[in-house]
């Protein structure tokens, strides 16, 4: 279609399928939904809400509250329906995206959309992160947007802090911005705001899609400084953020200790988990600081669907590099991590892969990423 830039001729749809299970373990969710108290508190607050008029411009009560919250001055906030939309805006306003390999799926996406210029760094043994070959590249050609995730998605690792802060002096000394995604941040106690505070050079990606529990409400939040905080939020539509989202994020923010009380109780479960899988004769979970972990088997596709088949639905990894025979799995509640564990070992004595199965289920894609 002539109309459209070219770049976006080969562009492919988002990439994710759903597959319907008893016990839902693929998207990196919050398995609590918010408190009924909670929820009725932000109804209430919809009702006073007048829902003739646009909401606030920019979001200004929610990024208030993000501000207390986060000890972060309000200026430097931008708040958006999800952190998909902070990191198209990054995408956008960058000469170019680095990032790791394998890495979310949607750092690449978005550059594809935008047009941006796409390079990325292979993790280093054990999901490292690959430092040398991060600042080597900034030194080369006209500065970007650099992303990196602690912890990590999709490894669940947590990089070293002195690592993350030579690419944020990299960064700084270039002219480039490291975008430092925390999405995880409250199942791994890790905290990278001081790289930001010190830094005009760094943002913080933060979601309410994991601890908080609000996946089905869809926002997000960057911290920076003010200068580069007005520049994206002048990327983003105004009004972007619905009176009902805001009473939501307003009212949780309200209660910001139970996000860390999910974050520990889904610490617990992930260690409880790990140490189980341990004892498995031949899958092999990898150490975690997120509410996922990878865990390494013979045959991803026969592992994945012997866990379908017993009402479990995880994701599949092996198309990633470094990830062979690679499944990723969200830690649930008690009682569906138990179901996990009895499933994974009851696979085992499972037949090989596609024995049975139609040349179309035989070739049926792997779902792929989580939004946020």
Not at 31 to 53: G, I
Not at 66 to 88: D, K, Q, T, Y
Not at 211 to 219: N, P, T
Request: hydrophobic share 45%; with cysteine; aromatic share 8%.
């Amino acid at each position: 279609m002539d109309a459209f830039k070219p770049h976006l001729s080969g562009l492919a749809a988002y990439p994710y399928r759903k597959v319907e299970a008893a016990i839902k373990l693929d998207q990196n969710e919050s398995p609590w939904d918010l408190p009924e108290d909670l929820k009725n508190l932000a109804l209430e607050r919809m009702r006073h809400a007048p829902w003739n008029r646009y909401p606030d411009m920019h979001a200004e009560g929610v990024r208030a509250s993000v501000a207390r919250f986060m000890n972060w001055p309000a200026e430097g906030i931008v708040v958006a329906p999800g952190s998909n939309f902070l990191i198209l805006a990054l995408a956008q306003a960058a000469n170019r995206v680095l990032d790791t390999s394998p890495s979310f799926a949607f750092y690449e996406g978005a550059a594809r959309v935008t047009g941006t210029l796409y390079t990325s760094m292979p993790l280093t043994p054990g999901f490292g992160l690959p430092v040398d070959g991060l600042v080597r590249e900034m030194d080369q050609g006209a500065p970007g947007v650099v992303f990196v995730a602690t912890p990590h998605a999709p490894t669940g690792a947590v990089f070293p802090v002195p690592d993350v802060a030579r690419v944020a002096e990299k960064a700084r000394e270039r002219g480039w911005i490291l975008a430092i995604d925390e999405a995880y941040c409250q199942f791994s106690g890790t905290d990278l705001r001081p790289l930001a505070r010190g830094n005009p050079s760094v943002v913080i990606l933060r979601t309410f899609s994991k601890a908080f529990g609000l996946g089905g409400v869809r926002a997000g939040f960057l911290l920076a400084v003010p200068d580069v905080a007005v520049k994206l939020q002048a990327m983003l539509p105004p009004f972007d953020v619905p009176v009902h989202t805001a009473a939501v994020l307003e009212t949780v923010l309200e209660s910001p200790g139970r996000a860390a009380e999910v974050g520990a109780l889904l610490v617990a479960e992930r260690e409880r988990v790990l140490a189980g899988l341990g004892r498995h004769p031949t899958w092999r979970p990898h150490p975690s600081r997120a509410n996922f972990f990878l865990v390494r088997t013979p045959d991803a596709e026969v592992a994945w669907r012997s866990l379908l088949s017993r009402g479990i639905l995880v994701r599949r990894q092996d198309h990633l590099p470094g990830l062979t025979g690679c499944l990723r799995v969200s830690v649930g509640t008690p009682a569906q991590n138990d179901a996990f564990l009895k499933a994974a070992f009851e696979a085992v004595a499972d037949p090989p892969a596609g024995a049975g199965l139609t040349d179309a289920a035989r070739n049926r894609p792997a779902p792929d990423p989580t939004p946020r």
